[in-house]
């Protein structure tokens, strides 16, 4: 098994105990290893990446180390005065001293460590969950504040970029494939309207970054639910983990995202439409935990613009959806035919949702 021959060329102690499929992500193989020696036990999360999809590991790793040793740094000088104790993942070197490995056949590894004693959850499970899962993108937001962008790699130049993916989304549907995939239901045709009718709109965030009110920052960039980590003690959060999309970017990808998983109670991958409505309640809470760590670094500019967040990034992962679904499911992994379709179909009916609480959402925003 190659995972359990890759997990032994990091610089971890022990002997090999396990090695297992872990996790529920849709691009990397992750794994939960687990070591011992006669005294203790080491577990870590090991990933094989997924060049198809991060074609540079080597900047994708440089960001990793760059973000985890700048944000360790400044947790233990806050320490003293947090109300909890914060964590970050940590990058496990090669013992080669590398941040990764590579395989025989090319393909690169990683290691970093486990949070200790916390959980994820694929979806929102009480209105303090949410607080604290607006807290933790905040923390985490305010503790890469001060990172220049120009120290990290674009490594998914693109990304969150909504008019690219139109651009992909034309490119797909312009095929055969695509045609005839587009053409395949009457759910897939409404799919397609749903995107002609707002293409022209999709381009707020850039047109306001390119007119100079929105600035890039270090983003997450996948800061969803079941990125946030809750400590098994004090149910409070203690960390986010799934660092790979870090990258200069505008922050509202990160709220707009965050909100959008964590306000969908019905998950991403339901089957029951009737189900699907941005929680209000819900944001309101996330937000007003946001903002205890990051009111001090947004601009008038930047909260001008938060609705817009919040409607284009559902918007956007649907498009990313039907677009894979049209190009034949090479991006998202899938387990059943039509299954990225179905994705994308929850995405929209959740960004009309947005769409039609619009005025409660900007209630919210201007009170908070």
């Known amino acids: 098994m190659k995972s359990a021959l890759v997990s032994r060329m990091f ?6 105990v396990s090695v297992q499929p872990t996790g529920s992500g849709n691009v990397n193989d992750t794994y939960l290893a687990i070591f011992r020696t006669t005294f203790s036990e080491q577990r870590f999360i090991l990933q094989r990446i997924n060049r198809k999809v991060f074609p540079h590991p080597d900047r994708i790793m440089d960001n990793m180390r760059v973000i985890t040793e700048h944000v360790h740094q400044r947790i233990e000088q806050e320490a003293d005065f947090a109300d909890r104790i914060w964590q970050l993942p940590a990058v496990i070197p090669g013992k080669d001293g590398k941040d990764y490995v590579v395989d025989g056949d090319g393909e690169y590894w990683r290691a970093i460590s486990l949070i200790a004693s916390a959980h994820s959850y694929e979806k929102v499970q009480s209105q303090e969950h949410a607080r604290e899962a607006g807290i933790v993108l905040g923390h985490f937001q305010r503790m890469i504040s001060d990172i220049p962008v120009e120290r990290l790699h674009d490594t998914l130049e693109g990304f969150h970029v909504t ?12 095929t055969p494939e695509g045609k ?43 800061p ?24 200069p970017g505008l922050i509202h990808y990160d709220i707009g995202d965050c909100l959008r998983s964590c306000c969908n109670r019905a998950g991403e991958e339901t089957q029951d439409f009737s189900a699907i409505y941005f929680d209000t309640d819900l944001c309101e809470t996330i937000l007003r935990g946001y903002m205890i760590q990051a009111r001090d670094f947004l601009t008038e500019a930047d909260r001008h613009y938060l ?37 994308a179909r929850v995405q929209f009916r959740l960004c009309e949702s947005i769409e039609t609480r619009e005025r409660q959402i900007r209630e919210i925003l201007g009170r908070i």
């Open 307 to 343: 609705f817009d967040a919040i409607r284009l990034i559902a918007f956007e992962l649907g498009l990313r959806f039907y677009a894979d679904y049209l190009a034949g499911d090479v991006y998202f992994k899938t387990v059943y035919e039509g299954q990225n379709l179905n994705r």
């Open 224 to 247: 969803k639910v079941a990125n946030i980590m809750i400590d098994d003690f004090t149910g409070k959060g203690t960390s986010i983990v799934d660092l790979d999309t870090v990258k």
């Open 11 to 16: 610089a971890v102690d022990g002997r090999l």
């Open 163 to 174: 008019p690219g993916y139109l651009k992909k989304y034309d490119q797909a549907l312009a």
């Open 180 to 222: 005839t995939r587009a053409d395949s239901s009457s759910n897939s045709r409404q799919c397609r309207n749903f995107v002609e009718d707002r293409r022209a709109w999709c381009s707020v965030l850039e047109d306001a970054k390119d007119r100079g009110e929105l600035a890039l920052r270090p983003i997450h960039g996948d």
